[in-house]
């Protein structure tokens, strides 16, 4: 069993930046992601890597914004977030998936993740 353990969340002015650490409980190769989820909305994908960290994908209203990245050697998934938006905020939940290859439509769907943290509360607020 796969556990990930989120931090880094909390409470922030639009504008600012927040870096989300997601740490794994063991070392794998899986396809990570970044999701969220607002209240009274349906869980998001926000952004994605590969096993390798050769490969990352976005969703529109992140790009250029947040950037997602992995140090395989300690076993863990971050999210850089500039520019937070209130429309930002959210519970932010790492994910990982352990049938993600090649397929890049894969790494967008959230029924293709196999494991999941509890998430991090992420506010954006003046």
């Known amino acids: 069993q796969v556990l990930l353990v989120e931090s880094g969340g909390g409470l922030v002015l639009p504008g600012d930046s927040l870096r989300l650490s997601c740490a794994c409980s063991e070392r794998t190769f899986y396809a990570m992601a970044w999701f969220r989820q607002a209240p009274g909305k349906e869980r998001e994908f926000v952004a994605a890597?590969?096993?390798?960290?050769?490969?990352?994908y976005y969703a529109d209203s992140v790009k250029g914004r947040f950037t997602i990245s992995r140090d395989n050697a300690k076993n863990t998934v971050s999210l850089q977030m500039n520019s937070l938006k209130p429309g930002d905020t959210a519970v932010y939940y790492c994910?990982?998936?352990?049938?993600?290859?090649?397929?890049?439509?894969?790494?967008?769907?959230?029924?293709?993740?196999?494991?999941w943290g509890q998430g991090t509360q992420v506010t954006v607020s003046s």
């Open positions: 994910a990982a998936g352990a049938g993600i290859y090649y397929a890049s439509t894969d790494y967008y769907t959230h029924g293709k993740y196999d494991y």
């Open positions: 890597i590969s096993r390798r960290g050769i490969s990352t």
